[in-house]
């Protein structure tokens, strides 16, 4: 790494109260990543809690990036009230990110505040994965290490006596009807506000293009989150109430009814005390833990605690962190000091001593993420004015809490080379690394499935559960959303039953199933059948996000940057390297689907589509909405009902159009020993109307058998 | 006024982060108003700008004041966030205030931040009209004198090792459903977060009652307004885009049809640019606009303009402006630097000579208030992080933008010695002086209502306008309430026709009447008709708005605060001193009323109703939904067309119950003359079943004329 300077010259000198800073550093952290800095930096970003290294050899394999405007053209100007960035923004750019938005897609001339929380109306920007960090598809990332609450002013502000660059002006109008009508694509720049900050660092990610920049910033942030492989399975969350007896009989009609099922979540009932939580199994609904745990994983299933951070006076960790805690109380619980790493050590050991050793497979941390509710009623989470021992305030605290959370109790299964997926209400910047599902209750389908795309531009995975339904159309449209997302999840914690079986929540309760609950259940099957077959895919993806930096799920944007249909289109999105997903809502029986340039498959019909056009799809309700790019393989397993170490997954390649490839991703899929090369590449071909499996690697076992070849013209 | 100085020890040692200021100094400001100030205070503060002077005399005669809480029990904290402020609440106090809000009444239990919006959803705090200022049914309130973004806990947080006051913790739960039903009444103080604040002034309002610390609150602002009496009458403001002729039209209307209007809005198109603002008339639609305005004087008709603050490229002021201003433009437009003496002045000096001379009575200051649409594209307003000469930058401008607008253009007509009624988007707090009604597009009739009730915690005047309506029903409810209120506003800025004539906008703009727009007419002109017959009532409630303080309207709450039915009657409001109203919605055909201790009329049936109970009520569309208190006498006045300066009222009496007494207060109606005595009181007293008339003052002429006396037992 090498470091230089530059002058980066001040040229608006604004009224007396203006300090005007005239010198930045800027650094080369990495290949294609730049840092500026001025003024006194923050102690507690996004950044200073990365503990991952970037992956400096894919990294340097990215090739050199590109910046469309020089690096000392990003003003940078501290004043009294906090600090302002200034960085250049042409009048063709669009513009991604700020983590995980879920009101708008393309935030070109929207003002936007990336703050967490977890119900984010109005499209203020606020998020359950708040990052101040956008990208370009001219081919670059910004990223303002802050853990303040900042806003984006994204090319709407006009400057008076602005010398610097063309600046299109705002229309006005004579009218409020004109107005409206008016583009409002003013000024030549992105405006941040970062007020309270004595300084700044500003991450330039370079491309040349949006899917590079992306790359570069999840390697950087130590390569994507590789999940366990049974994570990519079906999780199913019991109702809060459940006993021991009643999961066991859960988890017997997954078996019985040959319903795929890799994970059971257990809500609030399991602990004594939940709000605050006491992280002690409430042996009154679970009398043998252990023995339950046991059983389960010998049924296949692992098991999922839910919980919060904020720790009960009845909990054993309540003492040993009353003096590492913030000075107020969130139901009556201690705010863990998660910035200083002694307290996060604490509650970390306490997890794995009592849970992880005990065989618990993963947590959702819940809560984490300032609700809503806080709005009218403070008392869902900590004031912003809150003070930690470590030093950290409780606005910068609420937007790094969940960060730390899902670091801490991650650092548990790294430690213990086991691994995990997560589930966890907040996160932010750098967190690519950190195998957790974000996941929410606004429940609004046409939100979820932007935010799977969005996700692509956060370094974050997203859940996108299905609970109750209006009606069964929207109880499968949301399924099949849900079977092709990051994680497939059923949140049942307020439902007897599972939904399939009755969408209604009061009847589900009172045992009243529906009429056609067995041809309902009959289509689920098939979907979660399929989501079972794609696991290989995948993985395959999700070790390209890991090793490469590739998001597995992504906007057509980042990979066809340069296609204007592609710029706002935030219903479709990429699955790993092929596969194009359009999923509908309740509202629609078709839809209009974009193909880009190439040539496409239907997955269903087996259609041949030409790209560069609009087509209208119809699919079933228990079909997937996808395409297939030509000159793909598509490896689909046999489905199995959950994911084992033995598990060997038989797979037919189908092959769509001529000169095809594809890799899959062989490990153990359980431990990081792929970390250290125990893994393979398996390389499958074909060619000349026969088809080749090429393995490459260290890892011994083979799981993928290729059964079949079939191909589609 | 004498100063001292006192201790206020910190009790509260944490954390290296603070700032431990250990002594405030406490000035008593005025009778019963106290200082608390500490560190370096904020030089743009709400005070900062209040040129009125408390009104000394009438504070003596308030008596003393009584706090329930030691002054020094009020805990300051500086640190490198800002500022927190910590006021002792007890378990049973109420809480209300933060200027005009929306979509709360009774505060307590909340967190709120009350900041400049056009479109306040989720009841943030977020209003036209923020004030950091909240008064307690205990008898006092509590103003934080900043014009920065502050949240205000208001008994909703617990703290950590919290010694201070019994503290009744969160209860908590072992599920969410609990948790939902817990009531939350936690912790013995409201905190205040006033993030990058260095410094802060605490003024405390003492009672020893609700209505006694809003009377010194605002006789400390200067008195509350007292409009120009015709700002009582109606108000109407016709279609954007009507021309000298169709105003004309307009007029002739009102006047062949007998229906009352005492002014007449412009909406944009009066002006050469309107977004920004050009501030000339576009002789195009107003040929002859000196003749326009006296013709319309002639017919009794007050011109009022809108406009609103951002100045564009084509504007005279523009030059003049340029560099009073910020540095980022509004619609191309500049923002004038309200802030600075010397900006206002050039702003007030144009408008003075152009249109005040000219005869205009009143502005429409519009926009000023950060509109919703700023949320999504900035480009409705400037950014926070603006920066004007002045100093103050864009946050604090925000929050001050529309007290100084207001301040502005009062202050021409003040100089003037002319009394107006304006209209303005957004205020804040010390401006009880200003007569000024807020408005809002909101437009929800149930909000509307509410904040008649919280205009009176704000030393606001709130003017809840008519638009088109879904029916007739709802067009007439809220045509009920227009004229229970502040200023009666029929808002047609879009409507071709009167809405009277056509509630649907569609329809109306095609001229396509409804079938029984003459029926609607009628009752309309019935309703507008008892406007015109309260006035006299109404103009001397807000007499004693600026002689004593009292706000002509207000809830319940402030004239019984022992009484806990009051607490959170967000739907009834007092006006005046014996006019209890009781507003129906759409979606109502009767309501509950709740009548407070005493014997109260139904002023449409004359039934007796003893108070302390609820009764139901069935008003018909055109009457109007009131209750007389016994012991009053209600003077009505026969109703006119509009009030001129020679308007005589003739006044029938009505007695409510036995020995009664009512106040006028008769001036010219139009100029200030009443500050140097230019008045009389208006004695009317019933006694052993005799009317007498006492008048008392210095003013030479009468305008009331009392016709008769009706008893009502």
Known sequence: MRKFFICTTALFV???????????????????????????????????FCNELPMSEALNQLGPGKLPFNVNDVKININSRGVVVEVPLDDTEQLYGFGMQIGSFNQRGLKKRPIVNDNPLNDLGYTHGPASF???????????????????????????????????????????????????????????????????????????????VMQRYNLFSGGGALPAIWGLGVKYRVKADFNQYQVNKMAAYFRDNHIPCDVLGLEPRWQTASYSCSYVWNNSFFPTPDLFVDTMKNKGFHINLWEHAFVSPKSPLYQPLKNKAGNYLVWNGLVPDFADTAAANIFADYHRQTFVKQGISGFKMDECDNSNIA????????????????????????????????????????????????????????????????????????????????????????????RESNTIK?????SQTAVLSAQTLYNSWYLQNPPWLQINKEKNNKDELMENAKQVETDIRKLLNFRMSLIPYLYNAFADYHFKGIPPFRALVMDYPQDKNTFNLSDEYMIGESVLAA??????????????????????T????????????????????????????????????????????????YVYGRANKATLFEDDGVTFNYEKGAYNSVNLLWEKNKGTVKRAGNFKKSRYVIKNWEIIN
Chains 1, 2 share one sequence.
């Open 14 to 48: 604004l009224f007396q109260l203006t300090v005007l800073c005239a010198f930045g550093q800027v650094t080369q952290l990495a290949p294609g990543v730049q840092k500026i800095a001025l003024g006194t930096a923050d102690r507690f970003t996004p950044y200073s």
């Open 134 to 212: 956008y990208v370009s598809n001219k081919g670059y990332g910004i990223l303002i290490n802050t853990s303040r609450y900042a806003t984006f002013y994204c090319g709407n502000t006009a400057k008076l006596n602005n010398n610097r660059r063309d600046v299109k002006e705002s229309n006005g109008g004579n009218s409020v009807e004109e107005l409206y009508k008016s583009d409002n694509k003013a000024s030549g720049y992105v405006t941040v506000d970062i007020p309270g900050a004595k300084g700044i660092e500003v991450f330039i990610f370079e491309g040349p293009d949006l899917k590079t």
């Open 375 to 466: 709005f009218g009623s403070a008392t869902w989470s900590f004031p912003e004015l809150s003070q930690f021992p470590s030093g950290i305030d409780g606005e910068q605290m609420h937007q790094l809490f969940g960060l730390l959370y899902q670091k801490t109790i991650y650092g548990i299964y790294k430690k213990l080379n086991q691994r995990t997926y997560l589930d966890v209400r907040a996160s932010n910047a750098f967190a690519s690394s950190y195998p957790a599902a974000l996941y929410s209750d606004t429940y609004l389908h046409e939100e979820y499935i932007r935010m799977i795309l969005n996700s692509g531009f956060a370094g974050m995975i997203w859940s996108p559960e299905v």
């Open 474 to 478: 929207d109880f499968m449209r949301r």
């Open 583 to 604: 999923p509908l809502t309740e509202k629609m029986d078709e839809r209009k689907v974009y193909l880009p340039e190439g040539t496409w498959y239907d997955y269903n």
């Open 606 to 653: 087996r259609q041949k589509y030409e790209g560069g056009k609009y087509y209208t799809i119809k699919p079933d309700l228990n079909q997937l909405p996808i395409f297939i790019k030509s000159g793909t393989i598509l490896p689909l397993a046999k489905p199995v009902e959950y994911v084992s170490p033995d598990t060997k997954f038989e797979i037919t390649c």
